[in-house]
């Protein structure tokens, strides 16, 4: 079913994009429909659990996210694995960027394990999704975020039986980080 791009609009231009999309889709039977739909985009990113494997430890974030507090969620903080926006960079250095800057880890080794659409129906965004392995000698400062992009990021080191149980517990809502924590569970073997 191709689709071709009639028109594109700009809504809005402040924190990230907002676009409005006229469209031509042609369905299963071969009839063409005209339809608009908007889609944010706010660009690609990076997102990596940090794994001892010696001690059975993961490094997680916690931070407020306001899109979660305005719906529902209390006090707006997410427990989250160490992401970041790519800015340019290609995925692999962007997450060697993200995991010092969140967390203070300067890590070398990272590996790929898939990518994924996390909001294909409103986001344009796709997410690459890293595992890496974590001592503590590669700990090179406190993490929390820097300064000028205004972050508060709390670093956990948590066993990874107490950050699974998390899902269950309603603690970890985050899907990037639930993905993540269930690759772990069935491959990693913490």
């Known amino acids: 079913m191709p689709a071709k791009i009639v028109e594109k609009k700009l809504l809005s231009d402040n924190w990230y994009k907002l676009y409005k999309y006229t469209?031509?889709?042609?369905?299963?039977?071969?009839?063409?429909?005209?339809?608009?739909?908007?889609?944010?985009?706010?660009?690609?990113?990076?997102?990596?659990?940090?794994?001892?494997?010696?001690?059975?430890?993961?490094?997680?974030?916690?931070?407020?996210?306001?899109?979660?507090?305005?719906?529902g969620n209390a006090d707006?903080?997410?427990?989250?694995?160490?992401?970041?926006?790519?800015?340019?960079?290609?995925?692999?250095?962007?997450?060697?960027?993200?995991?010092?800057?969140?967390?203070?880890?300067?890590?070398?080794?990272?590996?790929?394990?898939?990518?994924?659409?996390?909001?294909?129906?409103?986001?344009?965004?796709?997410?690459?999704?890293?595992?890496?392995?974590?001592?503590k000698d590669q700990k090179v400062n406190e993490g929390g975020g820097v300064d000028h992009e205004q972050e508060n990021i709390e670093v956990l080191e948590l066993s990874?039986?107490?950050a699974y149980g998390m899902i269950a517990t309603g603690e970890i809502k985050d899907a990037k980080t639930i993905m993540l924590l269930q690759y772990a569970k069935l491959h990693l073997h913490l």
């Open 160 to 162: 990874f039986q107490k």
């Open 23 to 71: 469209f031509e889709i042609t369905d299963s039977k071969g009839i063409s429909h005209k339809q608009v739909r908007e889609a944010y985009d706010r660009g690609n990113g990076a997102v990596i659990l940090l794994y001892n494997r010696e001690v059975k430890t993961i490094i997680l974030t916690r931070q407020f996210r306001l899109p979660t507090f305005v719906n």
């Open 76 to 135: 707006g903080m997410m427990i989250e694995a160490c992401a970041g926006l790519l800015d340019q960079d290609d995925p692999e250095d962007c997450i060697r960027r993200e995991t010092e800057e969140e967390t203070g880890y300067r890590i070398e080794h990272v590996e790929k394990i898939y990518e994924a659409y996390m909001s294909p129906g409103s986001v344009t965004e796709i997410l690459y999704f890293f595992i890496g392995e974590y001592s």
